[in-house]
């Protein structure tokens, strides 16, 4: 078993944690503040060849593997909780269904697109009545001659302001249920398509999060990704790779919020000497610490995994469960060790606290991960 990670992917984390750290952490409180959308820093990333990083460079990918994408995420994540976001649903959710399941064509024509960094990545999966019930879509889809006639709404999706196409899930048999579902790539121009914008959210307050409406919206009939009736199957693919990345990104969270917590128990003098020597905070910083290091191993097993074609998904709901639990238990305990100033908008921590928690909801809920799991164990 070897827990070395190989010269490339150290590369490719050094490089990213250099650049995150220079240029993303001095902008990531004015951007939880104004709710800027990072789009200068997402062109930053397309430079550095990262918008496409764990795909084939015949699509302007780096040709990287998923442990790769997942250590940069996790950098990038960091730095800034919003920023992150907007990495991961551009890979793992607005790349990742074309690349898996598009034709060679929807690939030239899309995923390369997504991977030079001309368009954001999106994915049009949840709605008003299908949170966790993704099956219960009412979003529908009707062949009428060679087009696509799509009619329904979607919500809480990721960068569809900033996407020049969107994958979404719709009904094109309403008599096959949970098979019934298709994906179909959208064009968000396209005439009765409208992208709403308008959520006032706890945190990542960066991050794009739209309302998706479709009225009578036509789109050819090629725009159709896999098979009629795989879409189901299809995004819980998607979302098993998705979650490892989640896992990543809670990781980055409790980094920053051990960082931060260290930096200020030896800073910070009570009783005539820092608070670093007091048990009471050295227990949580170690506490922080075990927790890292599991969750960390937790996201590399599972996408190591998932790079070398083996079954991933029990692993990837632990990765997500746990490492996503760990950064909002790592935000509280930073808040208590900066006492009255960690509920300052002063200090970053109040920051890591708002971004976590929806780790926790995201592509899965904890209680999603716990039946998964469950599944897997053969309850």
């Known amino acids: 078993m070897d827990f070395n990670l190989t010269r490339d992917q150290k590369m490719i ?17 004015e951007i939880d503040k ?42 990038i994540t960091r730095a800034c909780g919003s920023t992150g976001l907007t990495y991961e649903a551009h890979i793992s959710l607005g790349c990742m269904p074309i690349y898996l399941f598009g034709t060679e064509e929807q690939k030239k024509k ?30 529908t889809a009707v062949l009428d001659g060679d087009e696509w006639v799509i009619n329904g709404n979607k919500c809480f999706i990721t960068n569809a302001s900033y996407a020049k196409f969107v994958t979404i899930t719709a009904v094109t048999d309403k008599s096959k249920g949970k098979r019934g579902i298709s994906a179909i790539i959208v064009p968000t121009d396209a005439p009765g398509f409208t992208i709403r914008a308008s959520y006032e959210k706890l945190g990542l307050h960066g991050s794009n999060t739209t309302e998706l409406f479709f009225d009578n919206v036509r789109v050819p009939k090629e725009n159709l990704v896999g098979k009629p009736g795989e879409g189901f199957k299809q995004f819980l693919k998607v ?17 920053a ?34 927790n ?23 692993e990837a709901a632990i990765a997500k469960v746990f490492g996503s639990e760990i950064a909002t238990k790592a935000a ?14 002063e200090f970053p921590v109040e920051r890591y606290l708002r971004d976590a928690k929806l780790l926790e909801i995201g592509e899965g809920t904890s209680e999603v991960q716990r039946l998964v799991i469950a599944r897997c164990l053969g309850c």
């Open 13 to 29: 984390r050094d490089v990213v944690r250099d650049f995150a750290q220079q240029e993303i952490v001095p902008r990531a409180a």
């Open 34 to 75: 104004t709710g800027e959308f990072p789009l200068d820093i997402m062109k930053k990333l397309a430079e550095m060849d990262l918008m496409g990083l764990p795909f084939p460079e015949e699509y302007g990918g780096a040709g990287a593997d998923y442990i790769s994408y997942c250590l940069a995420l996790e950098e």
């Open 110 to 139: 899309y995923l390369t697109m997504l991977c030079r960094g001309e368009s954001i990545g999106a994915f049009g999966l949840t709605e008003p009545e299908a949170g966790s019930d993704a099956g219960g879509t009412k979003t």
């Open 239 to 255: 979302l098993d790779g998705g979650r490892i990345a989640i896992g990543a990104m809670g990781v980055g969270i409790a980094q």
């Open 257 to 290: 919020c051990l960082d931060a917590s260290l930096k200020y128990a030896q800073e910070r003098v009570q009783f005539g000497q820092s608070i670093s020597k007091f048990q009471a905070i050295q227990f949580k910083l170690a506490d922080m610490a075990v």
């Open 292 to 314: 890292i290091e599991l969750a960390r191993l937790a996201y590399l097993k599972a996408a190591w995994l998932r790079d070398n074609d083996q079954p991933y998904t029990k």
């Open 332 to 345: 509280l305990e930073a808040i208590q060790i900066h006492g009255g100033y960690g509920y300052m908008k």
